[in-house]
């Protein structure tokens, strides 16, 4: 894995270049960065700052995203299948349609964040905040939802979920 600038991989971006994968980008400060469609596969984003960022179609498939701040991001349609995103800021992001089965989203902040048609399979919720977002369609088949807060969340399906007596539902009681 080798490190990378911000400026090298936006100047390559802009040049049409979209592999980037396993590259170091820790710390990296990618606010409001326009990159749809950027393969990031493997990559290192560890504690990396990118709020409003547009990276919708991204693979980012076993990237580490652990403490990112991604509150507000585009995500939609992304690949995070056994993405690192222990502890990251997902708050209001947008991850409509994203594939996170096998994510690790223990400690995550996803407040308000839109999960419409994502894929959460065998996903790690534990200790997530998932308090107001909207999970209309979102699938959770064998996801761990322990010590998972899913108050007041839209659409909630988690029949198949594993979930224990420390998660909170939607409506705010736990469930023995």
Known sequence: MHKI???ELLAEYT????DFCEVD???ANLFE??????NLQGSDLRQAYLPYANF??????????????????RLISANLVEADLVNANLSRADL???NLAGANLSGADLQGADLRYSNLSEANLTGANLGGANLERATF????LSQCN?????SVNVDDAIWDDTTIFPDGYRRT
């Open 141 to 144: 088949t064998r996801a761990n």
């Open 150 to 154: 899913l108050f007041r969340a839209q």
């Open 33 to 38: 960065c326009n990159l749809q469609d950027i």
């Open 96 to 98: 409509c349609g994203c």
């Open 56 to 73: 919708s179609r991204a693979n980012l498939q076993q990237a580490t995203l652990q403490g990112a701040q991604l509150g507000n991001i």
């Open 25 to 27: 980008l820790s710390e």
């Open 15 to 18: 040049q049409g270049q979209r």
């Open 5 to 7: 600038s911000v400026q």
